[in-house]
């Protein structure tokens, strides 16, 4: 079986030629396996957000070139990438639809793709299939399918977003620091829904995280990025073995000692 997604040679230059030129991608080259599960570690402006968003299509890239499931997607636009990927960001605002209910927001997820916008209402079969899917979140959301999601916490609705990202099993989930605003005990049930939506549906996924611990216990395989480039990549039980003292030495190497404010350490 061939790749999930291929990354290959992908360079990204911000504001080129400006006094605030940012080499952002330098190289960056990556092959995932359907059902990896990679979490991605790395300092501030290492370029993890920026090569989610490369998959995404957020901009064009400068060069390179990226394959999902033997497409080249490289010059696909954003929307039709959309089609391919769910994505959870780090802020409970962006995933859902604040003044929408949690069945508008489902259906529109649920839709995705199709013609059929929310124009004739939800049907008794899909609100049925709403609940079946909010009672595994364990939330009780399913007893609430018509409140507005603002009403709703921020682990809540990460845990909504994640739901409606795999309603219709994405090729690709980009998990980019999904819990970094919860509170430590709302992001660890986060987390746990993340693993199990992500093994129950069989996904290849991509997290982003600056817990290094949470990147040591989560996944198949993890990356470490540095400067644009993946300079680290262990799977299997070589990643079972890590420990977070592997991972500092290691971003010591790299950074040449001058981590100590980074938010990955500080974690
Ligand atoms: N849209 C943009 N315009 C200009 N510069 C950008 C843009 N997006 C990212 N950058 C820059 O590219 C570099 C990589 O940013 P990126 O967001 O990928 O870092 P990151 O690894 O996700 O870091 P963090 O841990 O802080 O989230 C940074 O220097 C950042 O300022
Ligand atoms: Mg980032």
């Known amino acids: 079986m061939g790749y999930m997604l291929e990354i290959q040679d992908v360079h990204k230059t911000?504001?080129?030629?400006?006094?605030?030129e940012k080499v952002a991608l330098n190289g960056v080259n990556l092959n995932l396996n359907p059902g990896d599960f990679v979490t991605i570690i790395g300092g501030n402006g290492a370029g993890k957000s920026t090569t989610l968003n490369a998959i995404a299509g957020v901009w064009s890239i400068d060069a390179g070139k990226i394959v999902i499931d033997g497409v080249d997607i490289t010059k696909l636009s954003e929307h039709k990438?959309?089609?391919?990927?769910?994505?959870?960001?780090?802020?409970?605002?962006?995933?859902?639809?604040?003044?929408?209910?949690?069945e508008e927001n489902m259906a529109i997820a649920a839709r995705r793709g199709q013609r059929r916008g929310l124009g004739w209402g939800i049907t008794k079969k899909e609100r049925e299939s709403f609940k079946e899917s909010l009672k595994t979140l364990d939330l009780g959301l399913e007893d609430r399918l018509s409140s507005k999601v603002g009403l709703l916490s921020g682990g809540q609705r990460q845990a909504i977003t994640l739901l409606m990202a795999s309603l219709k099993k994405p090729k690709l989930l980009l998990l980019d620091e999904h819990t970094a605003a919860l509170d430590?005990?709302?992001?660890?049930?986060?987390?746990?829904?993340?693993?199990?939506?992500?093994?129950?549906h069989n996904l290849t996924a991509m997290m982003v995280t600056h817990n290094m611990k949470d990147a040591i216990l989560h996944g198949n395989r993890l990356i470490m990025m540095h400067e644009g480039r993946v300079i680290y990549d262990v799977s299997g039980e070589e990643k079972k073995q890590l420990q977070v003292a592997d991972l500092l030495k290691k971003f010591e190497e790299v950074s040449g000692g001058e981590f100590a404010?980074?938010?990955?350490?500080?974690a």
């Open 14 to 20: 911000f504001n080129a030629g400006t006094i605030n």
């Open 81 to 102: 990438r959309a089609a391919f990927l769910g994505r959870v960001f780090q802020d409970p605002m962006t995933g859902t639809a604040a003044t929408m209910s949690i």
């Open 184 to 200: 430590p005990k709302t992001a660890a049930k986060v987390l746990a829904l993340s693993d199990k939506i992500i093994s129950d």
């Open 261 to 266: 404010n980074d938010r990955m350490m500080l």
